[in-house]
């Protein structure tokens, strides 16, 4: 049910450290976002003190700010420009970890900010859904791991671990004989991840929605939690933040006082109620966005919201959208019209 970079090009995996090193270079570091009237002026970074996380100036929403523009519809290209402004989840694809890793560090770096990354190749990922996939089997998702801190390095990231990964273990989803090396995998990721100076780990938690803390506590102890920053609650989702809070909250207590993130990208509306109760987390209508990205939250026990999911990014081919993760420009406008 979440994004996937995988379908990107090789060609263009080996050459997103260069292109994005140069668009670094170009977005500046200062904390002083000016406001322009030009509908297809440069995206730039936001302020420092409140949004430590880059602002991808070169991202699906950018460059859609950039197509309205020349087209003169300035309208739209105001309303995407509210996604282009904010920083989001860079979800690492599966073919080239450590040059992305590299390419997105060393940008955010640059700008003087921190590369919010996601990390979405757990094997049997996604139980066979619009998602489906990851790495092949145990070994070579070490080996994706280890690319991927080899390309952080000692840069600062935030790290959001394996969308589902747990709770498709707790739900039943996932197989009950891949549950052990699953475990082993997470853990092993959280330590390897962890080793690096500047990376701050969250590890995935499910969401307000889906059952009781009660349910998961023990299995994210399993994955190693205890050896992360925290968790991350709502990851691709639609639930309120008050909402995910409380849900966080209560986690909170039993996995010894962690901190967590929220993802706010798309819950400014809360959760949709209607259709099929088995997809309304899919491309749901009349969603908003949430909260903008920042680490001044509502709770000490909230390390940030964040944009883990990318705005206008589409969850799969259900209400007509296309494959999970590709662009879909009237889906973003959607939601940003409805902020």
């Given at each position: 049910?979440?994004?996937?970079r995988?379908?990107?090009s ?21 904390d002083?976002k000016k406001?322009?009237?030009d ?9 420092k003190?409140a949004d430590?996380?880059w ?11 950039k ?19 904010q ?20 940008a ?8 919010l990354?996601?990390?979405?190749d ?13 790495a ?13 801190a ?7 990231a ?24 699953r ?5 092993g990721?959280?330590t390897t ?9 969250y590890?995935?938690?499910?969401n ?5 803390p ?16 925290g ?15 409380a ?53 000490p ?5 964040l ?15 296309p ?10 406008l ?6």
């Amino acid at each position: 049910m979440y994004d996937s970079r995988g379908a990107r090009s090789s060609a263009w995996a080996w050459a997103l450290g260069a292109v994005l090193l140069l668009a670094g270079c170009s977005s500046g570091g200062g904390d002083d976002k000016k406001e322009t009237a030009d509908p297809g002026a440069a995206i730039t970074q936001q302020p420092k003190g409140a949004d430590p996380f880059w602002v991808n100036p070169d991202s699906n929403a950018a460059r859609q700010v950039k197509a309205y523009a020349r087209a003169g519809k300035d309208a739209d290209a105001e309303r995407i420009r509210r996604i282009a402004a904010q920083p989001t989840g860079e979800w690492i694809g599966p073919e080239n970890p450590e040059q992305e890793a590299r390419g997105f560090t060393e940008a955010a770096q640059n700008s003087d900010r921190t590369a919010l990354l996601v990390l979405y190749d757990i094997p049997h990922r996604d139980c066979g859904q619009y998602s489906q996939g990851g790495a092949a089997d145990g070994d070579a998702y070490r080996a994706w791991i280890d690319g991927v801190a080899r390309g952080i390095q000692d840069r600062p990231a935030t790290v959001v671990l394996e969308p589902d990964a747990v709770l498709h273990l707790v739900d039943g989803c996932t197989r009950a004989q891949f549950a052990e090396e699953r475990y082993d995998l997470l853990r092993g990721a959280i330590t390897t991840l962890k080793a690096l100076k500047n990376t701050r780990v969250y590890l995935d938690a499910g969401n307000a929605g889906w059952g009781h803390p009660d349910q998961i506590y023990q299995p994210l102890q399993r994955a190693g939690v205890d050896l992360a920053d925290g968790f991350a609650v709502n990851v691709s989702n639609f639930y309120s933040t008050e909402d995910s809070i409380a849900y966080g909250k209560q986690l909170s207590r039993k996995v010894g006082g962690k901190h967590f993130v929220i993802d706010t990208s798309r819950n400014g509306n809360g959760p949709y109620a209607g259709g099929n109760p088995d997809e309304r987390w899919c491309n749901p209508p009349g969603r908003a966005l949430g909260e903008p990205p920042t680490t001044k939250t509502a709770d000490p026990l909230v390390d940030a919201y964040l944009w883990v999911k990318r705005p206008g990014e589409s969850d799969g081919t259900c209400k007509g959208g296309p494959q999970a993760g590709d662009w879909w420009p009237a889906y973003a406008l959607k939601l940003a019209s409805a902020s």
